[in-house]
């Protein structure tokens, strides 16, 4: 057992030492539905701003109430860590002068930054009619914007084709965004390989990584049957029969986590935007273990 100890200690030690103080991190979170989870929301903003991150990104709802909620928390956050706060912003189901409205409140209470996205729609039988590059033109209309979107390494689940995909993000760059960050995903190569085809194609702006550390495997097989994330069957095997032993699940999560940010490291990635679900513990213990300091 000490032996093993030893080696984690090992380890730990190296990741720290190559990577300590030479990433950027950002955390996404969202608008809590009630008391309790807003309490949970606050908890974990305290908690991981001590890491003084990028920013903080806040998404946007599916109903027009939780869309609300994202400008209050978004505002909310500004004032508290005096951070940059990042809103998403979506544009189906939603008229254009509305979302010229929202964008110039945005801008007139110092809000810079947006995440731009189609969005999915309330009712599934609606065709969308408007997409994320036309959210990106109107806002680049309004004013100066910067804007991040979204990227797919395993192809957006609605996408005709891999390339059609690669082509709809670069139609997004074209319209005046200024980088992208990748949905959730566990095949590193897949990411470096989308990563060069983005660059083969002339798609040359940063392409964030987006990390999910796992802390319900259960929740996890959810989120792929969404998102057309492909799990892989070292991961089926690792959590296999730990459904219900969260602590085993959380430090095998944030050990598949640290492990991802490291070889990504190696093959030139500084920047990672880590989904956090609201919770803390694991993303703190992770950034953490990367060597990324606590500052009070």
Same mark, same amino acid.
């Given at each position: 057992?000490?032996?093993?100890?030893?080696?984690?200690?090992?380890?730990?030690?190296?990741?720290?030492?190559?990577?300590?103080?030479?990433?950027?991190?950002?955390?996404?979170?969202?608008?809590?539905?009630?008391?309790?989870?807003?309490?949970?929301? +606050?908890?974990?903003?305290?908690?991981?701003?001590?890491?003084?991150?990028?920013?903080?990104?806040? !998404?946007?709802?599916?109903?027009?109430?939780?869309?609300? #909620?994202?400008?209050?928390?978004? @505002?909310?956050?500004?004032?508290?860590?005096?951070?940059?706060?990042?809103?998403?912003?979506?544009?189906?189901?939603?008229?254009?002068?509305?979302?010229? *409205?929202?964008?110039?409140?945005? +801008?007139?209470? @110092?809000?810079?930054?947006?995440?731009?996205? #189609?969005?999915? $729609?309330? /009712?599934?039988?609606?065709? $969308? !009619?408007?997409?994320?590059? =036309?959210?990106?033109?109107?806002?680049?209309?309004?004013?100066?914007? =910067?804007?991040?979107?979204?990227?797919?390494?395993?192809?957006?689940?609605?996408?005709?084709?891999?390339?059609?995909?690669?082509? /709809?993000?670069?139609?997004?760059?074209?319209?005046?965004?200024?980088?992208?960050?990748?949905?959730?995903?566990?095949?590193?190569?897949?990411?470096?390989?989308?990563?060069?085809?983005?660059?083969?194609?002339?798609?040359?702006?940063?392409?964030?990584?987006?990390?999910?550390?796992?802390?319900?495997?259960?929740?996890? *097989?959810?989120?792929? /049957?969404? !998102?057309?994330?492909?799990?892989?069957? +070292?991961?089926?095997?690792?959590?296999?029969?730990?459904?219900? =032993?969260? /602590? !085993?699940?959380?430090?095998?999560?944030?050990?598949?986590?640290?492990?991802?940010?490291?070889?990504?490291?190696?093959?030139?990635?500084?920047?990672?935007?880590?989904?956090?679900?609201?919770?803390?513990?694991?993303?703190?213990?992770?950034?953490?273990?990367?060597?990324?300091?606590?500052?009070?």
């Amino acid at each position: 057992m000490n032996f093993y100890k030893k080696k984690l200690k090992e380890t730990l030690y190296q990741y720290i030492t190559d990577i300590n103080s030479k990433i950027n991190i950002s955390f996404e979170l969202f608008p809590p539905k009630n008391i309790l989870l807003e309490d949970n929301l +606050w908890s974990t903003v305290n908690k991981l701003s001590t890491l003084k991150p990028n920013f903080f990104s806040v !998404t946007y709802g599916a109903n027009s109430g939780e869309r609300y #909620r994202t400008y209050d928390i978004v @505002n909310a956050i500004k004032e508290h860590t005096g951070m940059i706060v990042v809103p998403h912003l979506t544009c189906v189901d939603t008229k254009k002068e509305e979302l010229i *409205k929202i964008a110039k409140t945005y +801008w007139d209470n @110092n809000i810079r930054h947006i995440i731009a996205l #189609r969005g999915d $729609s309330v /009712n599934k039988l609606n065709k $969308s !009619t408007i997409y994320a590059i =036309d959210l990106i033109k109107i806002l680049k209309n309004v004013a100066n914007f =910067d804007i991040s979107v979204a990227a797919y390494p395993e192809v957006h689940p609605e996408a005709e084709s891999s390339q059609f995909d690669l082509i /709809n993000l670069k139609r997004k760059i074209e319209a005046g965004a200024n980088r992208a960050i990748t949905q959730f995903f566990f095949d590193v190569e897949c990411y470096l390989r989308f990563r060069d085809r983005c660059y083969q194609n002339g798609i040359n702006v940063q392409i964030i990584p987006g990390i999910l550390p796992i802390i319900s495997f259960p929740q996890l *097989k959810n989120f792929s /049957n969404m !998102t057309n994330v492909h799990i892989p069957s +070292w991961i089926y095997n690792i959590f296999s029969g730990l459904e219900n =032993d969260l /602590n !085993t699940t959380k430090m095998l999560g944030a050990s598949i986590a640290i492990n991802m940010v490291h070889q990504l490291y190696k093959e030139g990635v500084k920047d990672f935007h880590f989904y956090t679900l609201n919770k803390s513990d694991v993303v703190y213990a992770i950034c953490c273990s990367l060597g990324r300091k606590s500052v009070s």
